[in-house]
């Protein structure tokens, strides 16, 4: 299995540098030229990743394109015939969620004798391992201690688990998830209904503290748009699936034959849903939800944001190591929207800051230069991009947030090139690390979110004696 253990193969570094060293000379001797055809370039870039996000969004709006298992076919499953599952939840320096850990897992309506709840943890991490068994964990999960050897990543943990696995289906979930109770119920239905050569089923992910402030409220709507809407459109249109970094729930046998997770890619999801995708498999999308935490703090959410980024370029580099074999196994289509999705999102999110100073410096000076940088041919499909794209963009963000069901979403919706800006330096901070740190793994912390307020007890009536 090729492995992110390297960032760039030779010919990659090598390819990379060239680039650069003719863009420096091509600047240096015809600045004017150079820059139009970069911006041109660019250009093309947001067009194409513009309305290939439209297609994938409208080929994911139909109803059939989520598979549902209502509450009824679920609990009609007799318990003899339901496969054995196993559960990995790994954990690293997670104290406050152990207690709330304990709570979802308890609440999984799954039969007891063919459940399997693996707490991976790592064997130096004696906070959480103490807590755990403080909190009575092994009343519903084992506890499998992680040798502590590099990398340091959930990727290795989960591969560690993996060797202590007995289910015929694998999933994740995060310390602080929260599935709902009969999601491991409509998955056995959906894989019994499904073509065997669905390997893994992605159940929706929401967040449960989404209305906190105006950042999780932002997260909140991002998923929105994209569990219900992006991921089902990918699926319908046979791409591969960048999976959810939890619910994802796999076959174990298909797990083993495609080399279960890159130990050194920081979105092991996204590379998993690659190597799915281009050994002939596929992934189904549930209408099952699990709860996460969104990041109420800035500073977490671009620790995690920028290693979603490096992550993803870390998947796209891996899998263009041949890119003429991943082009006939998944075919040339989905191979562009692959390398738009996951090589584009980023870069795209890095040019952003290029342009906003570019449109910023315009506004306040108008120099001679940057008009000359956008003659006609370029000009106008970069208009149709400011205008369009974000009226799409925004858009689509009022679409998630219908999907949250919550109108102080709205706030969320009509502030998010705030959020486009936070997107832009966790990019460039991806990208940054990229080159000088590909496999670290920043720890995202848990435990910041809000309870929701309780009601505080009824008013008494008036002139009614204590």
Excluded at 66 to 87: K, N
Excluded at 102 to 126: V, W
Excluded at 370 to 399: D, E, K, M, S
Aim: proline content about 8%; aromatic content about 10%; overall charge negative.
């Amino acid at each position: 299995m090729a492995s992110a253990s390297r960032a760039f193969v030779p010919w990659q570094r090598n390819l990379l540098l060239a680039i650069a060293a003719v863009a420096v000379v091509c600047l240096a001797f015809f600045p004017i030229p150079t820059l139009i055809v970069a911006t041109a370039l660019s250009t093309i870039a947001y067009v194409l990743t513009l309305i290939d996000r439209l297609i994938i969004f409208r080929r994911g709006l139909p109803a059939e394109a989520i598979h549902t298992v209502s509450d009824e076919e679920a609990l009609a499953i007799p318990d003899a015939d339901l496969p054995t599952y196993t559960v990995l939840m790994p954990a690293y320096d997670e104290t406050e969620v152990i207690a709330q850990l304990i709570a979802a897992m308890s609440a999984l309506d799954y039969p007891k004798e063919k459940l399997q709840i693996l707490l991976l943890l790592e064997e130096d991490d004696t906070t959480t391992i103490e807590a755990a068994a403080a909190a009575g964990v092994d009343e519903v999960a084992t506890v499998v201690l992680v040798p502590a050897a590099d990398p340091r990543t959930k990727p290795k943990a989960c591969n560690y688990g993996l060797h202590f696995a007995t289910g015929d289906i694998v999933t994740i979930y995060d310390a602080e998830d929260i599935p709902e109770p009969l999601q491991l119920r409509r998955v056995a239905a959906t894989f019994a209904r499904l073509d065997p050569k669905v390997a893994c089923v992605q159940a929706k992910l929401a967040f449960r503290n989404g209305t906190q402030n105006l950042l999780t409220g932002w997260f909140t709507v991002e998923y929105g748009v994209w569990f219900s809407y992006l991921l089902p459109g990918l699926m319908r249109i046979k791409a591969p699936i960048p999976l959810g970094g939890t619910s994802n729930h796999l076959r174990r046998a298909v797990l083993d034959e495609i080399g279960a997770w890159d130990p050194f890619n920081v979105t092991e999801d996204a590379d998993l849903g690659v190597r799915i995708a281009a050994e002939g498999y596929k992934t189904a999308v549930l209408d099952s939800t699990t709860l996460e935490e969104a990041n109420s703090d800035a500073i977490n959410w671009l620790r995690q944001r920028s290693r979603w980024y490096k992550g993803y370029l870390q998947t796209w580099l891996v899998h263009t190591r041949r890119p003429v074999r991943l082009w006939r196994q998944i075919g040339p289509l989905a191979f562009l929207r692959f390398t738009l999705l996951l090589a584009g999102t980023p870069i795209i999110a890095c040019l952003n800051m290029v342009f906003w100073f570019i449109t910023l410096t315009w506004l306040l000076g108008q120099p001679i230069a940057i008009g000359q940088i956008f003659p006609p041919l370029v000009y106008y499909p970069a208009l149709i991009c400011l205008v369009f794209g974000n009226a799409v963009t925004i858009f689509l963000n009022l679409v998630g947030c219908r999907e949250g069901r919550d109108p102080r979403l709205l706030l969320a919706c009509l502030t998010v090139p705030l959020y486009w800006l936070l997107m832009s330096i966790a990019a460039i901070k991806g990208c940054w690390q990229l080159l000088h740190n590909p496999s670290y793994w920043e720890k995202t912390f848990h435990g910041l979110d809000e309870p929701a307020p309780q009601p505080g007890p009824e008013p008494e009536p008036a002139g009614v004696p204590r």
